[in-house]
Structures are given as structure tokens and as C-alpha cells.
């Protein structure tokens, strides 16, 4: 029943490492997102896909990678992480409706990354 | 260029309504949403307005909007301690900018 999914719930690790975020969707959407949300529950975009393309490419070090297997996944690579790294990561999904065009996000439960 | 601005912080009592306000700047936006933060969870889409509208309402929420001064707000009347969360506005021109959120505390 999920509808998206992301995998770890919280991440723990030290300064230097190397990490994976996972996300999936079961919605049959068309394009995923990953959001930074720092301590101060700002949330700004980093990454935006649309049918395995990246579309939205915000500020965001060279450290983030994003992947796309496939429309319904959307991944996120971080190499040598700092402290800064460290936040909720939140993955999201959504479809253009034809009708609407309405574009509504849903969200992951997201990932608390936490650099030590 | 983008921005969304919203106040950060809201207590209402049990039983009042409860008024959220945002601010944005890009005219050309096409959807204006409205978005829920419950502590340890994801982003919940409550509701969203077409920028030809003055107003919508659902349930217990009513949204207007003010294309003239790019003003949105969230009416949500009968607040529960349910409705305590973060509340955020976000703007579609090309694509959505999230504003800082507002936390909505409710007071039993």
C-alpha cells in the first residue's frame, strides 16, 4: 500500500563515508524529487526527474549523485559527506495530469541523515 | 526570481479557527498548494488552488487567494490538536518552490 517509499528511515554515519539513499514509488508517476529539509524545516529541492531524465538540477555540491533505474526509482549517492550533510532527506513523486496539470507532490517519509 | 514567505510560527486554542498566511512572488504560478508536516513524517498535500480562483474550500479548510498582492492563505476552522503540524505553501510557476513552513500549535 506504501505509495513511496524510501529506504533508510534514519542513517548514521561518519564524516568521509560514502552512502546511499533509496526511493520507490508505486504510483505509476512520471517524476520523482529529492528535498533537502534542514534543522530548520526549510525545504528546498535538489533533484528532479522525469522519465528516468534529469530535469530539475539545483545548487548542490558534486558530491550528490542522483540515479534512475527506472521511472519508479530514483536513488541519491553522497560521497565524502560533511557535517552539513546532514538532514531529512525526502523523496517525492507526482504525474501531470492531463486534466488538471495539477502536478501534487506525494511525499516519502524521508530519510534523517545524520553526519558525524 | 522565486521566493514563498510565510510566518513561523502560529498558536490558536482548541475549537478557534486557525489562519495561515504566504507570500510569493512569482506572478506567473499557475498552482498554489498547501502542504502538512506531522513531527517525523513526510509532506502531505492537503490542498492546492488554480491560480484563476479567489477561493476554495474543503471541509473544515478554506483557501483564498489574492493574485493582486500574491497572498495565500489557509482558513482551518474548528482547529483540533490533530491539525497541530507544520504548514506549508508552496508556488508552481515552472516548478514548486516550497515556502519556510508554519508551525501550528494547538492548545487543548
Known amino acids: 500500500d506504501t505509495a513511496v517509499s524510501q529506504t533508510p528511515k534514519y542513517l548514521v554515519t561518519q564524516m568521509g563515508n560514502d552512502k546511499s539513499i533509496k526511493c520507490e514509488q508505486n504510483l505509476g508517476h512520471d517524476t520523482m524529487y529529492w528535498y533537502k529539509q534542514d534543522s530548520k524545516k526549510f525545504l528546498k529541492i535538489m533533484f528532479s526527474?522525469?522519465?528516468?531524465?534529469?530535469?530539475i538540477n539545483e545548487t548542490v555540491p558534486n558530491r550528490f549523485s542522483p540515479k534512475s533505474p527506472d521511472k519508479a526509482h530514483l536513488n541519491l549517492h553522497i560521497n565524502s559527506l560533511e557535517l552539513g550533510d546532514s538532514a531529512v532527506y525526502f523523496c517525492?513523486?507526482?504525474?501531470?495530469?492531463?486534466?488538471?496539470?495539477?502536478?501534487?507532490?506525494?511525499f516519502g517519509p524521508g530519510t534523517r541523515l545524520t553526519v558525524t | 526570481g522565486e521566493d514563498v514567505e510565510q510566518s513561523l510560527f502560529l498558536s490558536v486554542r482548541e475549537g478557534d479557527s486557525s489562519v495561515i498566511n504566504c507570500t510569493y512572488t512569482?506572478?506567473?504560478?499557475?498552482?498554489l498548494y498547501w502542504y502538512k508536516q506531522e513531527p517525523g513524517a513526510g509532506l502531505q498535500l492537503l490542498t492546492y488552488?488554480?491560480?484563476?480562483?479567489d477561493m476554495k474550500q474543503d471541509q473544515r479548510l478554506t483557501v483564498l487567494l489574492n493574485k493582486k498582492d500574491k497572498h495565500l492563505s489557509l482558513r482551518i476552522a474548528d482547529t483540533q490538536t490533530g491539525d497541530s503540524a507544520i504548514y506549508f505553501c508552496?508556488?508552481?510557476?515552472?516548478?514548486?518552490?516550497f515556502g519556510i513552513g508554519t508551525k501550528l500549535q494547538v492548545i487543548p
Open positions: 517525492a513523486s507526482s504525474q501531470a495530469r492531463r486534466a488538471t496539470l495539477s502536478y501534487e507532490q506525494y
Open positions: 488552488i488554480f491560480s484563476n480562483m
Open positions: 508552496a508556488e508552481r510557476p515552472t516548478k514548486v518552490t
Open positions: 512569482d506572478s506567473s504560478s499557475t498552482y
Open positions: 526527474y522525469n522519465n528516468k531524465e534529469l530535469i
